[in-house]
């Protein structure tokens, strides 16, 4: 096992120990260390137990003092203000904590895992056959993404679910449209790029709206392709898995532009539960849960309201028999929690479809399909909205593509990197500037908490100073170069130097990377991870101009132990960056 307890849960071992041999009555209350500026940690916990005890808090702070087991770790412990203790440890102990994770021989810089892991059912990137990717298609890639690598890091089991939009009536007029114009899509898989894909289907979809809209008779005609498609008509199903494969091609070009591997695996999309709806149907029936109500099947909530303020029951069968969006995530919840056996069922999905999320997962949980063991949880994102603050339009007033956003960004980070860039062949400007512009747009996304809006704002995200992914892949590779220019000089740790200030506050917050997984993961919150880094960065630019490394050369063991907090640093950054999904170049 190479999991290294943290300097921050070694203090509070200590602390909790002294706690309760001060007051045996106590048992194992908690000491609420935090870092502080003051001294190294603080904490806060006396206070509220004294008052609980009828004790005074700076007696018994006096007392804990007085027990804390020092040791090699702890170099000063002291009360302040009413009943606080401020704690100061050892040069050494920061030293030797970090060579412990240096010395992590699987990468994972002693991060535990989880011993008794769960599963967890991720269900993102979610893009809707035939139609182009937006903005808000971004957001739940690039988040649920990341929530997954987070999940994955800690141990837990994930699946991966991608619940695409496949099924339903424009399906219908589709078909039929390609059934009497054959051949439009006859080609080699492998023959089209995206591009291609896309606006041969963009092409499709306005030629049979136009015919849909024309002609009554075709109107009908695709009217009955909707009903043979769902109970399985084996041509029809045939044709539609041309507008499935066709869409897939193009999706797969944007999540590879968007360096992110999506499995075809993963993909089931609402098609994958076609033959679960009619049972879903039945058992909400049967036990009450659903009613008739004007032939359609109903769930009613006396709580749950609509934006008009009236109650809005979930439809769950219409009246002609049809089956919709609700039935479909609910047959989804009983597929993931009885074959799958999942414990979480995580949504990454836009805010707007919150109500939808609320009155699907109350129905499951009356018919007990959640309960305290398997719960399900939206991770609700917010709208993307441009640098004038409205939802995010192009100048005509359309809905921006994708593809278009992610090419125009990668153009400006291109920009970037040419500027900076003083060795580079045209080739590597191109490599760097697309892995520069594709993480400034996940960092972007990612380092505002999920469900606030955001703006989109290209200038500010390929900027070099602040709170970008530019930032930091700067700060990563400008520690590479000074790793390469040590040259005879290794990074090797020397627990019996003393440490400078900003030595200690760079390994410091070093340390803390594994609490920062942990916290990031658990509450499925990446921002917690992009804020860790950029503080990281900094610390690790306050140090650098602090303490030299190179030049003017310090005394052997000195430049060692700063080449080694340079790389123990630079690993921190990578492995927080991937689990963001953003690359490191090791130079730019
Ligand atoms: N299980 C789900 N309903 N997932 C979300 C699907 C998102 C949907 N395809 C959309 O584009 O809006």
Known sequence: MASVTSLSDSVHQRLAAALSAALPQAGSADPLLRRSDRADFQANGILALAKKEKANPRELATQVVSRVESGELIKDVEVSGPGFLNITITDRAITETLAARFADDTGRLGVPQAQQPGTTVIDYAQPNVAKEMHVGHLRSAVIGDSVMRLLEFTGENVVRRHHIGDWGTQFGMLIQYLEEHPHELDHDADEVSGEEAMSNLDRLYKAARKLFDADEEFKTRARRRVVDLQAGDPQTLAMWQKFVDESKIYFFSVFEKLDMEIRDADIVGESGYNDMLAETCRLLEESGVAVRSEGALCV??????????????????????????????????????????????????????????????????????????????????????????????????????????????????????????????????????????????????????????????????????????????????????????????????????????????LGLHADSFAATVAEAATEYAPHKMTAYLYQLASLFTTFYDKCPVIKPEPPKDVAENRLFLCEVTARTLHQGMALLGIRTPERL
Not at 364 to 391: C, I, M, S, Y
Request: proline share 3%; hydrophobic share 40%.
């Open 300 to 505: 009613f909530f006396d709580d749950i309201k609509g934006p008009d303020g009236n109650p809005v029951p979930l439809i769950v069968q219409k009246s002609d028999g049809g089956y919709g969006y609700a039935a479909t995530d609910l047959s989804a919840i009983r597929d993931r929690v009885f074959a799958i056996k999942a414990n979480t069922l995580l949504y990454v999905v836009d805010a707007r479809q919150s109500l939808h999320f609320k009155m699907v997962f109350e129905t499951a949980r009356r018919a007990g399909w959640l309960n305290e063991d398997v719960e399900a949880v939206q991770l609700a994102f917010g709208t993307v909205l441009g640098k004038d603050g409205k939802p995010f339009k192009t100048r005509e007033g359309e809905t921006v593509r994708l593809v278009d956003l992610l090419d125009e960004a990668i153009d400006r980070a291109s920009a970037v990197v040419r500027e900076k860039a003083q060795d580079l062949s045209e080739e590597e400007i191109a490599e760097r500037g697309t892995q520069v512009g594709i993480g400034a747009v996940k960092y972007a996304d990612l380092s505002t908490s999920a469900n606030r809006d955001y703006k989109f704002d290209l200038d500010q995200m390929v900027s070099l100073n602040g709170d970008t992914s530019v930032y930091l892949q700067y700060a990563y590779a400008r520690i590479q170069s000074i790793l390469r220019k040590a040259g005879a000089s290794r990074p090797v740790a020397h627990p019996e130097l003393e440490l400078h200030e900003a030595e200690r506050a």
